[in-house]
């Protein structure tokens, strides 16, 4: 009995920790305050970011 006690007061906390995520609208960050304290605006260190994603084939090597 005490095994669901604590699990449903786990998934209370939860469920509360996920309600203030929705309703205050911000993205959740680390301690240290995210990227964004730290000058990157963006993923990727890519000076210019490009639209399309391109894929590549990778061929294996020959066994010449």
């Given amino acids: 009995m005490t095994w ?3 699990f449903l007061g786990f998934m209370v906390v939860i469920f509360l920790m996920a309600l203030g995520v929705i309703f205050h609208n911000k993205r959740i960050q680390g ?3 995210g990227l964004g304290s730290v000058g990157v605006d963006k993923v990727c260190n890519c000076e210019t970011s490009c639209s399309e994603k391109k894929l590549y084939q990778i061929s294996e090597p020959d066994d010449s």
Wanted: with cysteine.
């Fill in 4 to 6: 669901l006690f604590a």
């Fill in 31 to 33: 301690s240290c305050g």
